[in-house]
């Protein structure tokens, strides 16, 4: 059987364009976990609850959603690389953003600097997955996508280590009970000494997508091949909508992105009560539980490649349901151990998610040829899940105890349904080939 090559096309190759475009991967991967930890973070600055620190997440994922459409139709009427420019741009604006924010010392600035931040990264990934798609033969597509994916938990895994080491380990070591205590005029200070800390990241990483867009800017990427440039919207979302795999698959990205927020998000929770329940303080249980996220990004990392590798000869559909089951399997473990056991369920839930969402997006949208666009887009809206989901894990942990166990682990029932949603998508698509 004739191998398909993986990155050259009609004699064409798109080895430098592909090296530029999976570099934007790993810095949208740096924006959605250096966040993560912040709801904890921003929590603790202004003294809310954890349903209103997940705003952050509400942001974020929202800013997702209302950009993919006019992204897509962006991207349809100019080009890919126009649509990663424009998200680019807007990332570093609202990475930017965050210095004004601070000044005014109040949480919601922060929450519109996200929004318009992740307006960028809705552009980047209605753009940058779709054209890796195109990088080479549609056989291979899949296996593309998750290669370039692969370098997104590396962005993310730099994230949550900027987060451990240069906000969370730095902010004021009071804690959640001592700050409430304090006069108006004591939280002001303390706060604002805080939101100095927490900027500082996003300021410099502002800096560097800035420099990132000067240099796609100024260097030669292929032209897609597109038929016609003409937006269509209805007609064209009428089609891609009759189609059981691309539906389908935009209902299981939906809730894989909520799995994979709520994981990452809450294992800062889960773990603060772990430790403190041992005798910690809560800001060594914060650290530390950021140490156990950290190790699931780092086998989120390697289970990608691993499972890229397995794609070429495995049905793609197939380990989908194989890893949907058995993340499934290690969070039934994380709601019913209350000790480190539970953790490491936790943590072993990032091995199963690394291989789905380049997996669902590579069978959704294959064979849409120039109606990936607008496809991307519907699994780009699908983020909501992300936006959607974890405020109401978080209304759960904000109850303390329910049926006489801690909150926090029985809101984990969100992310095991999660599971269920994404391997019967999996058991549906497991005899397509990609």
Known sequence: ME??????????????????????FALWGFANDITNPMVKAFSKIFRTSVTDGALVQVAFYGGYFAMALPAAMFIRKFSYKAGILLGLALYAFGALLFYPAKMTGAYYPFL???????????????????????????????????????????????????????IQARLNPLDTAGRKALTDAEFAAVRDSDLSILIGPYLLIGLVIFAMFLLIRFTKMPTSHDQSHTINLVPTLKRIFSIPRYREGVVAQFFYIGVQIMCWTFIIQYGTRLFMSQGMDEKAAEVLSQKYNILAMVIFCFSRFICTFLLRYLNPGKLLLILAVAGGAFTVGTILFRNILGMYCLVATSGCMSLMFPTIYGIALEGLGDDAKFGAAGLIMAILGGSVLPPLQAAIIDRGELFGMPAVNLSFVLPLICFAVVALYGFRTRELKA
Request: a positive charge.
């Open 112 to 166: 519109l600097a996200y929004f318009i931040l992740t307006c960028g990264l809705s552009f980047l990934e209605t753009s940058a997955n779709p054209y890796i798609l195109s990088m080479g033969p549609e056989e291979t597509a899949t296996r593309r996508l998750n290669l370039a994916q692969s370098f997104n938990p590396m962005g993310s895994l730099l994230g949550m280590y900027v987060a451990m080491t240069f």
């Open 3 to 24: 191998k398909k090559s993986l990155l050259s096309k009609d004699g064409v190759s798109y080895l430098v364009p592909f090296i530029l475009i999976t570099a934007c």
